[in-house]
Every structure is written in structure tokens, then in C-alpha cells.
């Protein structure tokens, strides 16, 4: 499942054995595995996230760096996020861009049982992600889209609708304090244990900006 370079670099950064992999669901943008080490009779749960997009990585050549760097970002400011363990920055070892961080223990809820605590959870840690200071934080918040060039799809019943949306993006945009943002921040990425958020996933897209981008 994994080539034997990656093995030896998993091995040589967690300074433990490989005894097992298995493949994580969900991933849609990268190869999420999760590896078990043996080290001085121990085991260590970790993730190895290769990013093999191949348009991304051409895009955001530092993809791994930034995951990597804001990863250590929200350990330090004490957040519930997983630890790194190495970087693969170029792909040298995993043929793409790679990190390799602690397991967050925890599952995915989409159906919860009391979605009105489920909401309040979420809403805490969000909170929690945006009182961190995200002063020299590398990664500032940009647009993924070209605001200047949008224009009211041909196939919309509702134009006027989508002519104020569009005056709207174009305007000059609101005063925000900037924080540390997550940007990828939806129930897929946060993780519960025993009814509370144990850990928030995927910081590959972390920035600093302003909280309603989440």
C-alpha cells in the first residue's frame, strides 16, 4: 500500500516500525493513511496526508509547508489539533508533498442525536480557532475566485438576484479583526468524543483573516 521510501521515511521521522496501514475515507483532495508505530513497546497513531493533486500542489507548491506550519500554529495556541510529526516538503520521500501528524482521536458526526448541542459544539470551537492571534501568521486570506470577472450565469431565472449578489462581492469589503482562521471549517473536519469536539482535522487552508470565513 505504501512504496517502501515512504516506510523508511515514516519510520525515520517517528523513529519507530511500520506494523500497519489502512486507508482513512473521505479524503477527496489527497491520499489520507492512517499508520500505526511501534516505538520502545509503545504504539503511535499517526496520519499521512499525501497531496496528490497534482493541479493543487502545481498551484500551492508549498501546500505541505502551510499544513505543516499551521498545524504547529494551533497545537502551540492550544487547540485541539493534531501534533507533527515530519514534513515531506517536495515529495523527496513520498513522490508528492506530504505531512505526517498524531491521530486525533475521535469520529465524524453528521446525524447527531441532540443537534442542538451538536450546533453549540461547533460554535464553541470555532470561537475557540478565532481568538488565536494570528499576528505573522505566513498565510493571509484570498479570494479563490476573480471578483472583478463575475458575471450573471445565462442559464439563472432570477438576474437581478445575482446582479446585487455580484455588487455586493465587488464592493469594498466590510472592517474585520483579523484572527486565525481555519477556512475549511464544516462538521467533516471536526472530530467528537463522549459528546464534546475532541479535535478539528485539515488545516491545509489556515490562514489569517476574518472569522465569518470560519
Not at 137 to 157: E, M, T
Request: glycine share 6%.
Amino acid at each position: 500500500m505504501l512504496s517502501h521510501n515512504v516506510r523508511s521515511w515514516i519510520e525515520t521521522a517517528a523513529d519507530g516500525r511500520v506494523i500497519s496501514v489502512a486507508v482513512l475515507p473521505g479524503a477527496t483532495s489527497s491520499a489520507l493513511h492512517r499508520v500505526e508505530v511501534e516505538r520502545n513497546g509503545k504504539r503511535l497513531s499517526l496520519v499521512l496526508r499525501r497531496f496528490t493533486n497534482s493541479e493543487w500542489v502545481r498551484a500551492e507548491p508549498d501546500i505541505a509547508v502551510r499544513e505543516a506550519t499551521s498545524v504547529q500554529h494551533a497545537v502551540r495556541a492550544g487547540l485541539p489539533a493534531p501534533e507533527l510529526v515530519s514534513t515531506d516538503r517536495d515529495g523527496s520521500y513520498c513522490g508528492v508533498p506530504a505531512t505526517l501528524v498524531t491521530l486525533v482521536p475521535g469520529d465524524v458526526v453528521l446525524l447527531p442525536a441532540n443537534k442542538q448541542e451538536w450546533i453549540c459544539g461547533l460554535a464553541r470551537a470555532a470561537a475557540q480557532i478565532h481568538r488565536v492571534d494570528a499576528a505573522g501568521f505566513r498565510w493571509k486570506y484570498r479570494r479563490y475566485n476573480d471578483r472583478d470577472s463575475l458575471q450573471v450565469p445565462r442559464w439563472s431565472q432570477q438576474p437581478d438576484a445575482w446582479r446585487k449578489a455580484i455588487d455586493v462581492v465587488q464592493g469594498a469589503a466590510p472592517p474585520y479583526r483579523e484572527c486565525f482562521v481555519h477556512r475549511d471549517y464544516h462538521p467533516s473536519n471536526v472530530l467528537w468524543s463522549n459528546g464534546r469536539v475532541s479535535g478539528v482535522v485539515d488545516w491545509v487552508n489556515a490562514c489569517r483573516g476574518p472569522a465569518v470565513l470560519t
